[in-house]
T-cell receptor
Framework: ETGVTQTPRHLVMGMTNKKSLKCEQH?????MYWYKQSAKKPLELMFV???????ENNSVPSRFSPECPNSSHLFLHLHTLQPEDSALYLC???????????????FGPGTRLTVL | AQKITQTQPGMFVQEKEAVTLDCTYD???????LFWYKQPSSGEMIFLIY??????QNATEGRYSLNFQKARKSANLVISASQLGDSAMYFC????????????FGAGTRLFVKA
C-alpha cells in the first residue's frame, strides 16, 4: 500500500449504529487530519493529530470521536449520528510537527457515509 | 478571521487552451501559505502548488502556475495546455504561517475540459 488509505470506502448506517472509519498513512508523516466534505459546503477540518496528540478540535459534536493509536493510524468512531452527518469523510497526513509550514497534505480517497 | 473565496462554481475550457481559476483570500496574518488542490471524481484531493506569503516569485509546477497578487489578496491558479484529465474540482486553501494546523478551503471550482 502507498500513500493514504481509508476503509471502508462506503458506509451506510442507521442513527443508532456504532461504526468506525479507519485511515492509514504509509508516508512516515507526523500529522494526520480528519475532514468532512458535505455537498455545497467547503471542506471542514474536524480534528488534527500531531505525534499522536490531538492539536485541533474544531467544535465537532461528541458523536464523532477520534483516536490516533500511532502516527500511522487514525480512526473516527461514530455513534448516534444524524442524517445531516452524511458526507464524504477525508483523511489526510502531512510531514510536520508544529504546523504553519509549507507542507502539503496528502489525502486518502475518503469514506462516503450515508446516515439513514 | 481567515476566509477563502472562489467565485466561479463552474468553468469550461477547450482542450489545449489555458484557463485561470480565481481565488481571493482574507487574513490579517502577515505570514501565510496558499495551496491549490485538485479533486477528481474519485474523491482523493491532490496537491498541485504552494505559494508562501513572503515568496517573491510566483510558484510554478509543470503546467500549473500561481498568479499571486499580494496587494489584491488574490492567488489565481493558471493551468496551461488543458487536458481532458484536468476535468475536476479545484480548491484553493490557506494556512496561517505562524503555527497551527488549521487549513481553510474555498468552496471550489468545477472545471470541465472540452475535447
Amino acid at each position: 500500500e502507498t500513500g493514504v488509505t481509508q476503509t471502508p470506502r462506503h458506509l451506510v448506517m442507521g442513527m443508532t449504529n456504532k461504526k468506525s472509519l479507519k485511515c492509514e498513512q504509509h508516508l512516515g508523516h507526523n500529522a494526520m487530519y480528519w475532514y468532512k466534505q458535505s455537498a455545497k459546503k467547503p471542506l471542514e477540518l474536524m480534528f488534527v493529530y500531531s505525534l499522536e496528540e490531538r492539536v485541533e478540535n474544531n467544535s465537532v459534536p461528541s458523536r464523532f470521536s477520534p483516536e490516533c493509536p500511532n502516527s500511522s493510524h487514525l480512526f473516527l468512531h461514530l455513534h448516534t449520528l444524524q442524517p445531516e452527518d452524511s458526507a464524504l469523510y477525508l483523511c489526510a497526513s502531512s510531514q510536520e510537527v508544529v504546523g504553519g509550514g509549507d507542507n502539503e497534505q496528502f489525502f486518502g480517497p475518503g469514506t462516503r457515509l450515508t446516515v439513514l | 478571521a481567515q476566509k477563502i473565496t472562489q467565485t466561479q462554481p463552474g468553468m469550461f475550457v477547450q482542450e489545449k487552451e489555458a484557463v485561470t481559476l480565481d481565488c481571493t483570500y482574507d487574513t490579517s496574518d502577515p505570514s501565510y501559505g496558499l495551496f491549490w488542490y485538485k479533486q477528481p471524481s474519485s474523491g482523493e484531493m491532490i496537491f498541485l502548488i504552494y505559494q508562501g506569503s513572503y515568496d517573491q516569485q510566483n510558484a510554478t509546477e509543470g503546467r500549473y502556475s500561481l498568479n499571486f497578487q499580494k496587494a489584491r489578496k488574490s492567488a489565481n491558479l493558471v493551468i496551461s495546455a488543458s487536458q481532458l484529465g484536468d476535468s475536476a474540482m479545484y480548491f484553493c486553501a490557506m494556512r496561517d504561517g505562524t503555527g497551527g494546523f488549521k487549513t481553510i478551503f474555498g468552496a471550489g471550482t468545477r472545471l470541465f475540459v472540452k475535447a
